[in-house]
């Protein structure tokens, strides 16, 4: 399905852009193909283990990193809510806006809570949003989630989103929407850092219960702080790794001795058609061979038996 959708609608604006800012035919797939260093938004902390190629660099979190000061609103907002803190919603710079019945229920379930919400929300404020609500249609994420009271993030489950959660240690109630962002949730629901909830099915006790959870059981900070510990314990931070390996590609020219071959293979060589089909034809040959040499014998036998009762 990746694969479809990234060849019919992802893959063409690109090759658009290829084509003005490259002035060449070249498509993104040939582009992938000839890269010879691929940065990489990952980070095994949070994904799973798997075999990689030398010239895949990771560089997971990069956009994360201590918190800014805020601006005054927000900081006395944060400054001032008390040891209950402050839970963030996000779901993202892409939906702004989610089905009326599920914002009357979320802004009911919000309401409900002890701590103070800060909610990146666009469109017409829910009349049943609480006091301790703040509604704004924009707001500096990853600084927030560095203040010393935020107790927790309700997000969709974006990868930048969990990164920066991740490196500040801030549990997660996740509401995923599409894409990829159910999978990154559930890998972080795995290591005991998350609550997964569905937007089509809602409830205001839902949102409630679930935040109430992730704050009142230490284990989910606790896994998240180690989580955190784990991703920030490394000998060079992701944005310096970046660079280096940038600088590095730049003085050589290139780093083709990264390369696997088989970026260069035709179809047929890579998934091995040529030695699969000659293969086949010899097995073919040499079952073939058997039949006849069985058929002949079987003939001569038969022949042998009935000159016999002659």
Not at 15 to 36: A, G
Not at 66 to 89: C, H, K, T, Y
Not at 105 to 116: D, N, S, T
């Amino acid at each position: 399905m990746s694969k479809f959708i990234s060849h019919f609608y992802v893959y063409p604006a690109y090759n658009r852009l290829c084509q003005l800012y490259l002035n060449d035919e070249i498509t993104v797939e040939e582009l992938y193909r000839k890269v010879d260093i691929v940065l990489m938004k990952v980070d095994f902390v949070f994904e799973y283990p798997r075999p990689t190629m030398p010239n895949l660099i990771y560089i997971g979190g990069i956009q994360c990193g201590p918190g800014r000061p805020l601006p005054a609103d927000l900081q006395r907002f944060m400054d001032n809510s008390g040891e209950d803190g402050v839970v963030i919603f996000s779901l993202g710079s892409i939906v702004g806006t989610i089905p009326p019945e599920a914002v009357s229920e979320v802004a009911a379930g919000l309401a409900r809570l002890p701590q103070r919400v800060i909610w990146r929300y666009i469109g017409a404020l829910p009349p049943n949003s609480g006091n301790n609500t703040k509604i704004l249609s924009w707001f500096p994420q990853n600084d927030l989630l560095s203040h010393p009271k935020t107790r927790a993030l309700i997000t969709h489950g974006g990868e930048n989103g969990l990164y920066e959660a991740i490196y500040h240690g801030v549990p997660v109630v996740g509401i995923p929407i599409f894409f990829d962002q159910y999978d990154n949730l559930l890998r972080l629901k795995t290591r005991g850092a998350a609550v997964m909830l569905e937007l089509a099915h809602i409830k205001s006790d839902d949102i409630f219960h679930a935040v109430k959870t992730v704050i009142e059981n230490p284990s989910y900070a606790e896994n998240m702080k180690r989580l955190s510990a784990l991703h920030r314990d490394v000998p060079v931070r992701p944005m310096e790794l970046a660079a280096f390996w940038i600088e590095y590609t730049i003085r050589h020219r290139g780093a083709p001795h990264f390369r696997a071959a088989g970026n260069d293979l035709p179809f047929y060589q890579y998934h091995l058609l040529d030695v699969f089909t000659i293969i086949v034809v010899f097995i073919g040959l040499f079952l073939y061979l058997v039949f006849k040499l069985l058929n002949v014998l079987l003939v001569k036998l038969c022949s042998g038996r009935k000159r016999k009762r002659d």
